[in-house]
Each structure stands twice: as structure tokens, then as C-alpha cells.
């Protein structure tokens, strides 16, 4: 693997791990020492992750990593319902029964276990089962192009979900409830009742990161205009006035 792309994945890495804050301002030296790397992978790094939208390089005050507001929630909920739902449809019709079977295995022993208790380590196997299956979901359809886009994608939703609704233990049991619903469907090989379940479980991702109840938001994708031009509250602002911050969600 090439440096510039070695240098790609770490900072990919250290921005889902928390390390790299959405919206901070970073210097050239600064990425060196994220990824270990010289300057030179480094700045041949930048335009990729520019081109990816996770870095952008502001005249006179340098780069910044992507922050995460409002118009990129809504933005990137769009794009992965789009994605994953024409993806869905066709696994409920295509997809292997000894694939499917392996993800209902995987998903009902972690809800299983869950039942005991929930600690750090299960709740890290919960993390990467979840989005393992939506990434092998959108996998299956065998095509390159849609792939690349939803990895980009799903990079910016991992940091929205990281930032405010992480997986914790009271979610986890009703978040795997709704992938247990995606999956009924596609063993009954009902693409629509696929999608149908899909997009509930995208939808309260989505609510639960704009900081929304489910009654608030009842009459469909109807996110809060970008607080720069509408002059409205962004979530974090909410929360610091006294709304009640979103409960913490898988996505």
C-alpha cells in the first residue's frame, strides 16, 4: 500500500476513533503525527480527503477537519437512504440463505447475550456487527461505484452517530430489534417489507441525531434548515439551552 493511502486510512481511522474532533482545525505537521507518516504522503493525502469531504482547506486559516452540522446530517441521511434501500431490496431477492442465515446467527447472539447484561466489550461486537451488515448489504449489489460512494458516506454517518448517539446499552436491544426486522423480511424473501423496515431503522437514526422525537418528526424527513442561513438552534446549542439531548442510538 502506498504511504498516501497508509496516510488515508490512519486519519480515517483516528477521526472514527475520536481522535480527530469534526470541525478542528489541523496543521500539515499536526497530520504527521496522526498518521506517522512524512510530509509528503501527508500532502498528497489532503486533495483525497478533500475530494471525500472530510477535510476542507479554508483560505488563511488552514485545514479543517468536517464538521458536523445540521445540512451534513440531513445530507448524508439522504444519500445512505437512497443507497441502502435499492441495496436492501436486492439482497431480500438475491442474497445466498447461508449469507442471511450468518447474519441472523451473529445478530440474535448478540441480543441474546444482551439479555444478561450489556458491557464495553459487547457493545463494541454490537457496533461492527451492525455495520457490517449494512455494508454487506450494500456489497451484494456487485457494484463498484455504489460501493465507494456508501463507504464515503458511511465514514460521515459513523462520525454523526459517534458524536451524539453512540450505541450504549439501553439501545442496543431495540436498535438490534429493528435490524431483527430487516432480516425477517429478507428471509421471507419480501423486498418491500425490507425496505419498509430499513428505512424505520434509518429514520430514528436520523431523528435521534437531529435530536427529534419520534412526534416531532411524524410527518417524514422534514430536517431543521442549516442553522447559518435560518438563524435556528443547531441540536448542540439546543442541548446547551435546556432541550433534552437525544438519547444515544446505533445508527
Do not use: C
Not at 424473501?189 to 431503522?201: F, I, K, Q, S
Request: hydrophobic share 45%; glycine share 6%; net charge neutral.
Amino acid at each position: 500500500m502506498k504511504q498516501r493511502d497508509q496516510a488515508y486510512d490512519a486519519f480515517v481511522q483516528h477521526l472514527l476513533d475520536g481522535r480527530l474532533a469534526p470541525g478542528a482545525f489541523v496543521t500539515q505537521r499536526a497530520l504527521m503525527a496522526v498518521t506517522g507518516l512524512p510530509l509528503g504522503a501527508v500532502r498528497e493525502m489532503i486533495p483525497r480527503l478533500e475530494a471525500d469531504g472530510l477535510i476542507t482547506t479554508l483560505p488563511q486559516r488552514g485545514l479543517q477537519v468536517a464538521a458536523v452540522d445540521l445540512r451534513l446530517v440531513r445530507e448524508a441521511f439522504q444519500l445512505r437512504e437512497i443507497i441502502e434501500t435499492a441495496a436492501v431490496a436486492h439482497f431480500a431477492r438475491t442474497a445466498p440463505a447461508v449469507v442471511v442465515a450468518a447474519h441472523r446467527t451473529a445478530h440474535d447472539r448478540i441480543s441474546a447475550e444482551a439479555e444478561g447484561g450489556v458491557n464495553e466489550a459487547l457493545i463494541r461486537e454490537a457496533q461492527a456487527t451492525d455495520w457490517g451488515f449494512h455494508d454487506a448489504v450494500v456489497a451484494h449489489l456487485g457494484n463498484g461505484l455504489v460501493s465507494e460512494i456508501h463507504r464515503v458516506n458511511l465514514i460521515r454517518i459513523r462520525v454523526i452517530m459517534q458524536s451524539r448517539v453512540a450505541l450504549s446499552p439501553e439501545a442496543l436491544p431495540p436498535a438490534f430489534a429493528e435490524h431483527a426486522a430487516i432480516l425477517a423480511a429478507v428471509e421471507r424473501r419480501d423486498p418491500e417489507a425490507a425496505v419498509t423496515a430499513l428505512r424505520r431503522h434509518l429514520d430514528t437514526s436520523r431523528r435521534r441525531a437531529l435530536g427529534l422525537d419520534a412526534e416531532q418528526d411524524a410527518g417524514g424527513f422534514q430536517a431543521p434548515s442549516d442553522p447559518e442561513t435560518t438563524g435556528r438552534r443547531a441540536p448542540q446549542d439546543q442541548e446547551k439551552t435546556g432541550r433534552k439531548a437525544p438519547s444515544r442510538r446505533t445508527a
